[in-house]
């Protein structure tokens, strides 16, 4: 483990777990929800509101902040931590998913990837080396490997090809790592290989292999299906090592969530709250609301009496309801805060019904609860 950096297991209940990760910036409780500050902004909200939320750690994204306002900049303000005023841990994405997500703007080699920017059009090279430069520049104290996101659905023979393509990048991306780092940055491996077990098995023992502070799983929640998912966790959540965290990546839902922590994973991160948020949907305990809805225009009940969230505790879901039919800026703030707080409070449940023994009871329950919703 790196100086600083280290993780403890608490308390198990079947395959769910909970514990902490220590980082020289702060502890974050696991199982643990990242919200997601891509540019260096969780969207449409205050960095306060994320701190009274509850969050640990944020997640920020290497590809963006590199286009801009970029890491030499970032590291002249003190890096990203002072310049977005969160004194908490961060973990970086190093790209990867752009390699998919930006694919008409991207060209793959063995050297990298190289992007045309989305912003300007200007042509950029990320390297395994440059990725790791670029987060330990920006401050990052998890950082992750640059690999390739296989995107769904992917024949077998192209899984493997992009699935060893990325473990020679991590090889690569730990070579510099080990060179550039702080003291306490941490390093994952990222496991790919599509829905396919053969493959997943065998990206987990190459990351291994090579040794990882973290272990991430990727390539999933993109379009295989929640079933599919599932069934590529089963496979690949043993073959990583329990002394060490493991994060599936973009993932999702509350119920993807619970449905995860069942199976052994520790951290997740999704835009879900707070797109959501901002397109009027909120969720609650008993399932997700569509403020837009005209049901809601005379309703005089907050979204949330029993929450602790002002957002949700202090507004009529009438008054939300009108800030999204007036189109004013307050209700997708409103809205993003009530969820990333939901969030939360979701993840602090989860870890009491672990260490209480009770998880399974508490999944059942909350299944049950948004299936009477719809969800």
């Known amino acids: 483990m790196s100086i600083g950096f280290s993780y403890a297991l608490s308390a198990k209940d079947g395959n769910a777990r909970s514990g902490a ?50 890491p030499e900049r ?27 997500s930006l694919a008409k703007l991207r060209r793959i080699s063995e050297d990298g990837v190289t992007f045309q920017s989305h912003v300007d059009g200007a042509s950029h090279a990320l390297s395994p080396e440059r990725a790791i430069e670029i987060q330990c520049a920006i401050g990052a104290d998890i950082q992750m490997v640059l690999d390739e ?14 699935m060893e393509r990325s473990m020679r990048w991590a090889g690569r991306c730990k070579a510099a790592f080990e060179e550039m780092a702080a003291p ?30 973290g272990y ?17 966790l089963a496979v690949t959540v043993p073959a990583l090592p329990h002394e060490r965290p493991r994060y599936l990546m973009g993932v999702g839902t509350p119920l993807d969530i619970v449905n995860a922590v069942a199976q052994g994973v ?8 707070t797109r959501s948020g901002r397109h009027g949907q909120a969720f609650t305990w008993d399932g997700k609301l569509n403020l837009r809805n005209a049901g809601f225009a005379d309703d005089e009940r907050p979204l949330d009496e029993a929450s602790t969230c002002p957002a949700a505790r202090d507004y009529s879901r009438a008054y ?42 508490f999944a059942d329950e909350l299944r049950l609860r948004f299936a009477a919703n719809g969800d």
């Open 21 to 70: 990760i220590t980082t020289p910036r702060g502890v974050i409780r696991t199982p643990a929800f990242m919200p997601v500050g891509t540019a260096g902004t969780v969207k449409a909200m205050l960095i306060d509101w994320v701190r009274s939320s509850g969050a640990d750690v944020i997640l920020a994204n290497t590809y963006h902040l590199m286009l801009r306002p970029g």
């Open 149 to 162: 996101c296989t995107p769904f659905p992917c024949e077998r023979d192209e899984a493997k090809v992009s």
């Open 216 to 232: 991430a799983i990727g390539g999933l929640a993109v379009g295989e299906g929640a079933q599919a998912m599932l069934n590529t």
């Open 320 to 361: 939300l309801h009108h800030l999204f039919k007036a189109n004013e800026f307050l209700g997708p703030m409103l809205t993003s805060w009530a969820n990333i707080h939901f969030y939360q409070d979701l993840m602090i449940a989860i870890r009491l019904a672990i260490e209480e023994g009770r998880f399974e009871a």
């Open 74 to 100: 970032m590291k002249r303000f003190g890096g990203l931590h002072d310049f977005m005023n969160w004194s908490g841990p961060i973990l970086t994405d190093s790209g990867g998913f752009q390699v998919m």
């Open 184 to 213: 306490g940055q941490a390093l994952f491996g990222i496991v790919q290989g599509g829905v396919y077990p053969e493959l997943r098995e065998a990206s987990a023992q190459a990351l291994i292999d090579v040794g990882f502070e």
């Open 266 to 273: 520790d951290m997740f991160d999704c835009v879900m709250p």
